[in-house]
């Protein structure tokens, strides 16, 4: 008897094993902000943010990460929208649309890089197979990746408005992308400092 007891304890045992929930090891999933600074063309400004909707519908393992960024092979969609809140106004949406974005892991710290694309950006970034360069005039994400999938992952870093501070050309945003670095290479307007974590 005390045999049959143990066999079936250790099939129990088994079994809660197999459904014990695997972690998280990817970026999927709603995102809540909980801290932001914000800047207007770099320097900070007594503006609050009034809301930060971020949500990854789609990304790689984040064991699966690039050397840089590439527009082309951004393999993380979702959604993003960054509205602000200004003195004496009513709160403005500086950023909104469709995330794409991509794990890169350039200096041994991964980081999310990636655009705010609007519908139409980003349904002729699909009909051309994705080959054409970000617009000038998209949002920009740029977030650490920290934690791990037993406890948790934080994203902390900046999300940018889809326009630029000054007055910079088309020119200006292809160069920024060529040279291999992340971004426009020119300030955006709006600016939020975030650290977002996983509702």
């Known amino acids: 008897m005390p045999k049959i007891k143990t066999a079936m304890l250790a099939w129990t045992m088994s079994l809660c094993a197999c459904h014990k929930p695997a972690p998280e090891l990817s970026l999927k999933g709603a995102w809540t902000a909980n801290a932001g600074q914000i ?8 503006v609050t943010l009034e809301q930060l909707s971020f949500v990854i519908q789609d990304a790689p393992l984040l064991n699966h990460g690039a050397s840089s960024f590439d527009f082309e092979k951004a393999n993380v ?7 602000l809140h200004m003195e004496k106004a009513r709160p403005e949406t500086v950023a909104a649309g469709v995330l794409v974005g991509e794990i890169v892991n350039p200096t041994g710290a991964k980081r999310l890089q990636g655009y705010i694309l609007s519908e139409s950006q980003y349904g002729a970034w699909v009909l051309k197979n994705k080959k054409s360069p970000p617009p000038p005039d998209a949002g920009e994400v740029d977030l ?6 037993a406890q948790g992952y934080t994203l902390t870093g900046e999300v940018r408005s889809s326009e630029a501070c000054g007055a910079y050309s088309h020119l200006d945003a292809v160069a920024g992308d060529m040279t291999g670095h992340f971004g426009r290479s020119v ?8 650290v977002l974590e996983r509702m």
């Open 39 to 46: 800047t207007n063309c770099g320097s900070a400004v007594p």
């Open 77 to 83: 969609t979702g959604s993003a929208s960054l509205t």
């Open 144 to 149: 650490e990746i920290t934690g791990n999938g």
């Open 187 to 194: 300030p955006a307007k709006w600016s939020a400092r975030v």
